[in-house]
């Protein structure tokens, strides 16, 4: 069964920093590109980072300087180090994975809750 479970979410405060997972079973995830996204209540979901199978990496403007995503092909995972959260990063982030950048993704994990509060 191809699956993709997001751990890592949790609440932190401003300034303060979380690492995301993205563990794969089913798959092997260096064969695909892989994508960060997010989406907070009442807004459309946005994509945060991808890693493509060379490891080359983008980020979306709004955290570029604060995120960086990584990838253990020994573990069948990704990571989504964040630094620097802001409140405006509080949103539900999913992992996705596909195996062509111009395609749709086609696997999605479950989420996990991120909330940036004081």
């Known amino acids: 069964q191809l699956q993709l479970v997001e751990s890592g979410g949790g609440l932190v405060q401003p300034g303060g920093s979380l690492r995301l997972s993205c563990a794969a079973s089913?798959?092997?995830?260096?064969?695909?590109?892989i994508g960060w996204f997010r989406q907070a209540p009442g807004k459309e979901r946005e994509g945060v980072s991808c890693i493509s199978s060379d490891g080359t990496s983008y980020y979306g403007d709004s955290v570029k300087g604060r995120f960086t995503i990584s990838r253990d092909n020994a573990k069948n995972t990704v990571y989504l180090q964040m630094n620097s959260l802001k409140p405006e990063d509080t949103a539900v982030y999913y992992c996705?994975?596909?195996?062509?950048?111009?395609?749709?993704?086609?696997?999605w994990g479950q989420g996990t809750q991120v909330t940036v509060s004081s």
């Open positions: 089913g798959l092997t995830l260096d064969s695909y590109v």
């Open positions: 996705a994975a596909t195996l062509r950048s111009d395609r749709p993704y086609d696997y």
